[in-house]
Nanobody, 124 residues
């Protein structure tokens, strides 16, 4: 069982920046982020593969968010710039098993492990 611990959430004014971190307790094949607001399902934010470093972004964050990974530390980062009030959500780190990198990246069921979530609030 891989445990994921997120950090870096907080309150930031519109236009500001935050950097989220997610540390995994074991090896993963991919890590990424989803977010959820009340009354809505999980929205795919970003993901990164360990092999080749391919990155993926949801349409709403392209050009503003950047995902990166420190493979040695099993840690993924999400740099969030030009934040908007609509970015307000609980952000969840997700990971795939080392040998289970399959499925469509933006489908929640294709991910094996989830963090507890970290709140990001962007004020107007």
């Amino acid at each position: 069982q891989v445990q994921l611990v997120e950090s870096g959430g907080g309150l930031v004014p519109a236009g500001g920046s935050l950097r989220l971190s997610c540390a995994a307790s074991g090896r993963t094949s991919a890590m990424g982020w989803f977010r959820r607001v009340p009354g809505k399902g999980h929205e795919f934010v970003s993901a990164i593969k360990w092999s080749g470093g391919s990155t993926f972004y949801g349409d709403s964050v392209k050009g503003r968010f950047t995902i990166s990974r420190d493979n040695a530390k099993n840690t993924v980062y999400l740099q969030m710039n030009s934040l908007k009030p609509e970015d307000t959500a609980v952000y969840y780190c997700a990971a795939r098993n080392e040998l289970s990198d399959s499925g469509i990246y933006y489908v929640t069921s294709s991910w094996n492990y989830w963090g507890q979530g970290t709140q990001v609030t962007v004020s107007s």
